[in-house]
């Protein structure tokens, strides 16, 4: 029996419905790339810290490849966090020909820098070194910390390297009205009062207090905004700031006996 065309249709519209994919949920949405990598680099930090708390392995190499300094060469060690890490780069501009070795690991805190202090200065042999640490300290990056155990911690370290001949710069901290990685802590005059204990203690050990604070601060104690990329760390401008400050202190720390 021929069926109308009427009929035709209706068949054709039931055998679509029944071989029809089954409607698909709406797609979740891909995590945002930004977070992945965030997520990353905490995973990584996190793995360091487990494995080298201190971050021992990061220039061992390098210092087994550096000789002895030689007869007359007046080599600096520059150890900190990410401030001294980041102006690594700016080195052979701002100091040409000059036997400065750069010593930083971004994130550090005090303690950090003390357990590593004997592989990555002593062992180097310098004349002097500038010691620039602490603001991470107060952003609690490795837990609480008070201001006299980072006063503790840069005491110690002046301590280790006047007991092995190194003349000893002791930098302010930079100045800086809030941490993009951890928001509202006012570490500003935290940071007032770390650097006037540095002052004195610099004062009554005759090493040499480096001011970076003084020249790089704004009327609210943070970081002049044209000498920063995020208000914590330098850009080129600030480290041309700090170069020449920093070669007058090393100067000074020369002549001390």
């Known amino acids: 029996m021929r ?20 409607a698909q949920a709406p797609a979740v949405n891909a995590p945002d790339s930004v977070e992945i990598r965030l997520a990353e680099r905490r995973r990584i930090a996190q793995e360091r810290l487990l494995n080298d708390w201190a971050g021992l392995s990061r220039y061992r190499a390098a210092n ?23 102006w690594a780069t700016y080195f052979p501009a701002l100091f040409p ?10 994130g550090q805190t005090t303690p950090q820098i003390l357990v590593r202090f004997r592989q990555d200065v002593v062992r180097l042999k310098p004349k002097v ?24 911690n840069l005491a110690s370290m002046a301590e280790i390297a006047r007991a092995n001949g190194i003349r000893v710069v002791l930098s302010s901290v930079l100045p800086a009205y809030d941490y993009p990685w951890k928001r509202g802590l006012e570490p500003a005059p935290k940071i007032a009062a770390l650097n006037s204990w540095i002052r004195g203690y610099a004062e009554e050990t005759g090493a040499v207090y480096l001011d970076y604070h003084s020249p790089m601060a704004d009327a609210r104690g943070g970081l002049r905004g044209e000498l920063t990329r995020d208000g914590v760390h330098p850009n080129a401008a600030g480290y041309a700031v700090m170069a020449p400050l920093a070669e007058a202190a090393v100067a000074r720390a020369m002549q001390l006996p």
């Open 129 to 152: 070194v500038v010691i620039l640490a602490g603001t991470n300290d107060i952003a609690g990056n490795t837990g609480p910390s008070s201001l006299e155990m980072i006063e503790h």
């Open 3 to 22: 069926l109308s065309r009427p009929a035709c249709a209706a068949v054709a519209l039931a055998l679509a419905a029944c071989t029809a994919r089954p």
């Open 97 to 106: 020909g000059k036997p400065y070795v750069p010593r930083g690991i971004s």
């Open 64 to 86: 087994d490849s550096i000789p002895p300094p030689a007869p007359g060469e007046n080599r600096v060690v520059y150890i900190g966090d990410s401030i001294t890490e980041s």
